[in-house]
C-alpha cells in the first residue's frame, strides 16, 4: 500500500545537511515526513517545484520589530510576515523597544502580543 501525505512537494533541487539534489518531499501534519522518491505516494495535495530550490528555513537571531513604542515603524505582526516571506522560520526580537523588554512583567507582555499575531516561531 502506497504512504499518503497531507502534501507532496514534487522535483525539486533540495538543499539540506547532505548536500543537494533533486527530491521529493513528503508532509504530514504541518511536518516533514519523509525526503526522497515519493513517485509511489499520494497526497491530498502536490506541488511541482520543477526548476526550485527547497532550502531548510532561517533563524533570524537579530530582529527589530519596535513593538511596543513604534509601531508607526514595524509591529509584530508586519515584521514576522516580511520575515516568512523571505524564508525566515524563527526570530528572536531585540528587547530594545519603548518601554525596554527586560523585565519579567515587559517579557510576559511581548509574549501576549506575539500570540496568535507572529508568523513564524520567536524568542
Known amino acids: 500500500m ?11 533541487t533540495v538543499v539540506n545537511h547532505d548536500g543537494e539534489g533533486r527530491r521529493d518531499i513528503g508532509v504530514k501534519g504541518g511536518r516533514i515526513a519523509r525526503i526522497g522518491d515519493l513517485g509511489q505516494a499520494s497526497a491530498g495535495e502536490t506541488i511541482d517545484c520543477t526548476g526550485l530550490h527547497i532550502l531548510p528555513g532561517v533563524v533570524d537571531s537579530q530582529v527589530h520589530f519596535r513593538e511596543p513604542g513604534l509601531e508607526h515603524k514595524e509591529d509584530l505582526e508586519t515584521g514576522s510576515r516580511a520575515a ?7 526570530v ?3 528587547p530594545n523597544t519603548n518601554p525596554l523588554t527586560t523585565s519579567e512583567a515587559a517579557l510576559a507582555d511581548k509574549v501576549r502580543r506575539a500570540t496568535n499575531r507572529m508568523h513564524c516561531d520567536f524568542a
Open 2 to 12: 502506497a504512504t499518503t501525505f497531507d502534501l507532496i512537494l514534487t522535483g525539486g
Open 84 to 90: 516568512v516571506l523571505g524564508g525566515v522560520t524563527a
Open 92 to 94: 528572536f526580537e531585540m
